[in-house]
């Protein structure tokens, strides 16, 4: 007997001392891990419906909205909670206008939270509304966003969109998605392992904080009038593709970019991928023409290698290396100072500069006024152009080269350079993020880029005079404004596929500034294989470039004045051409009026042995066409 209470004695004690270790165990966990194993608790218990933050707004530099944020809500399910899952997603698809196999499938699934996207995303505050009403076990309805467009499609390449998770896929919305996402909020709905709500906790909310806002460089006004030019643009020529910038020449600051075709942003998923990730003007890399040839010119004033009043004769060809350079005039344009060689853009002309500079020095101001690399601008998917390999460049690819031909450009190096010719010499790189900001608040603000001196004050100076003539005097008349002071560059280019050029296509493009005093606006269209008879960039594109001008110099504050160089009426130097016909062979008596061009037959034979004009050659209207006969 003694020895079963000394056992039992021994028993108790053991039990006592488990006893207080257990309960020294749970004060040390309570003291000092209590607050981890709650967390873990309520991890468990925890049904989290996330909520997203509203992302940053995107303005532009006068602060007008670019691109905010509107309410859309979302649906989201916790399954273990609903007691009929066909009743449910019965009713949620009649208020969706779906079918109902396509929501059951998410109450289906083994998950602790489902938010069913992509029906049930995004919907209607009317949809919510009566998702509420139906008062259905386990579901639930969390305030979401969506981005809203107050101009629409406006400057739909630059912003890019954003994906149903709220995401930047593409443009702006991609490059700064850091920024303009924010932080996410959530609903939190507390269950046990069964679903059931835990009674003695209140459910919780964690408030999303949104993100910060985007101004950028754009002027919303210029930029709606560029876009409905090139829609207009899209509606008389229907060409492949056109695309436009509008820059400040000071700082190289993008006031406007669009490009055609373009797209919906809401419902991007319905274009190829072409459509919405080919930002054309920085993107698309083409023969530049004539609108190059500023670069050819400065270059030789810089150089001194001609002075403007000197004089040159152009036959209407120019030979290099026993290869003919025809001019775009048939016959030429005869004796001519070299101002008047820019103001007519005659070919030959800039041959002889290119002649005059030699290889290394012309393409030394190619690559200074930064052709061959990219500009460096703060959007995705900027090309560099080509330039030719300098271990292969002869006399052939200097004359080309010295008219823009065998090269190729984009529109933003164009608009870049043509801003450092004119803005006193000094090349920047072009930037379209003006600042980050919260509100009216500014956190950060994107400041000038010097990138290199390329050419004097004087040049500069010479350039402006000369590029003015060209609107006044020359191939740009269609650009000139009354009480502005503009001028600019026509550019007429053939498309080049693997070496080889194709047959009557052409891009026609025109860069135009004002006021040539004081350089403040740089406006360029170019247009890819417009649908017209008359191909040439000073007759199509500058009247184009012409009312982005007129409209937006009283946007952007800048007034009329008088002075500068007069409009010159007495002719049109871009005259509409035509392809000749094919006349030998044929029998002069056969031989018909043609209402385009002069025919003049030269010989007393019968059949028409060789023409000039060749056949297929284009000639201007009231041209001439000589018919050699045997």
């Known amino acids: 007997m003694k020895i079963i209470r000394k056992r039992m004695t021994i028993v108790l004690y053991i039990i006592l001392i488990l006893f207080i270790v257990l309960l020294i165990r749970l004060g040390w966990i309570q003291i000092f891990h209590g607050t981890a194993y709650i967390e873990r608790a309520y991890d468990l218990w925890t049904r989290e419906i996330t909520v997203n933050a509203r992302r940053g707004n995107i303005y532009d530099r006068n602060g007008k909205l670019i691109v905010g944020n509107t309410l859309s809500p979302t649906i989201s399910i916790i399954p273990k909670q609903v007691k009929d899952k066909e009743y449910c997603a019965l009713k949620i698809a009649q208020v969706l206008n779906i079918s109902s196999k396509s929501i059951l499938y998410h109450f289906n699934k083994n998950v602790s939270v489902e938010t069913i996207k992509p029906e049930g995303k995004n919907i209607t505050l009317e949809q919510a509304q009566k ?57 939190n709905i507390f269950t046990d392992a069964h679903g059931n709500k835990i009674g003695m906790i209140a459910d919780g909310y964690k408030a999303p904080s949104r993100g910060i806002d985007l101004y950028l460089t754009i002027d919303i006004d210029v930029q709606v009038v560029l876009e409905r030019v090139l829609d207009n643009t899209d509606s008389t020529y229907t060409p492949e593709e056109s695309m436009g910038i509008v820059m400040d020449p000071r700082t190289s600051e993008v006031l406007a970019m669009a490009s055609r075709p373009t797209y919906d942003i809401k419902n991007y998923q319905d274009y190829d991928q072409s459509i ?154 072009p930037y379209i993020l003006k600042g980050f900001g919260i509100g009216n608040t500014m956190l950060y603000r994107t400041e000038k880029t010097f990138v290199r001196r ?69 406006a360029y269209i170019a247009v890819n294989h417009p649908i017209s008879y008359i191909q040439y960039g000073g007759t199509v594109v500058a009247p184009l470039v012409r009312e982005v001008l007129a409209e937006s110099m009283p946007i952007l504050g800048i007034k009329k004045q008088e002075g500068g160089i007069p409009l010159d009426i007495r002719y049109w130097i871009d005259k509409a051409s035509y392809k000749v016909e094919n006349y030998i062979g044929k029998k002069t008596a056969l031989i018909s009026f043609n209402p385009y061009y002069e025919i003049i037959i030269i010989g007393q034979g019968d059949t028409i042995v060789e023409q000039v004009p060749a056949y297929n050659e284009k000639i201007e209207e009231g041209g001439k066409v000589f018919l050699y006969t045997n």
């Open 276 to 429: 919405y990730n080919r930002n054309l003007p920085i993107w698309k890399s083409f023969e530049p023409g004539s609108t190059f040839k500023f670069v050819t010119f400065t270059a030789g004033i810089e150089e001194k290698v001609f002075d403007v009043n000197e004089s040159f004769f152009d036959p209407g060809y120019a030979i290099v290396d026993g290869t003919r350079i025809r001019d775009w005039k048939a016959g030429g344009h005869g004796s001519e100072t070299f101002f008047e060689v820019i103001q007519n853009s005659c070919n030959p002309g800039f041959i002889e500069i290119g002649r005059r500079l030699g290889k290394d020095k012309l393409f030394k101001y190619v690559k200074d006024y930064g052709f061959g690399a990219k500009t460096g601008i703060d959007l995705l998917g900027e090309s560099t152009g080509i330039l030719f390999d300098m271990n292969k460049v002869g006399n052939v690819e200097v004359a080309t080269t010295s008219f823009g031909q065998g090269i190729s450009t984009t529109p933003i190096q164009l608009t870049t350079a043509v801003s450092a010719a004119v803005n006193g010499g000094n090349l920047n790189m």
């Open 454 to 522: 390329v050419i004097s004050e004087y040049t500069s100076n010479v350039i402006r005079e000369a590029l003015e003539r060209v609107t006044s005097l020359g191939t740009a008349r269609n650009a000139y404004i009354e009480g502005y002071r503009v001028g600019g560059k026509t550019g007429t280019a053939q498309i080049s596929v693997n070496g080889a050029y194709l047959p009557n296509t052409y891009i026609l493009s025109f860069l135009g500034i004002a006021p040539m005093n004081d350089p403040q606006i740089v």
């Open 131 to 187: 998702i509420i009403q139906l008062n259905l076990d386990g579901v639930y309805v969390s305030s979401d966003v969506v981005r809203y467009y107050p101009y629409g499609n406006i400057l739909a390449h630059v912003l890019g969109f954003v994906g149903s998770d709220n995401q930047g896929l593409t443009g702006l919305e991609y490059i700064y998605n850091d920024y303009l996402l924010g932080n996410v909020g959530s609903s």
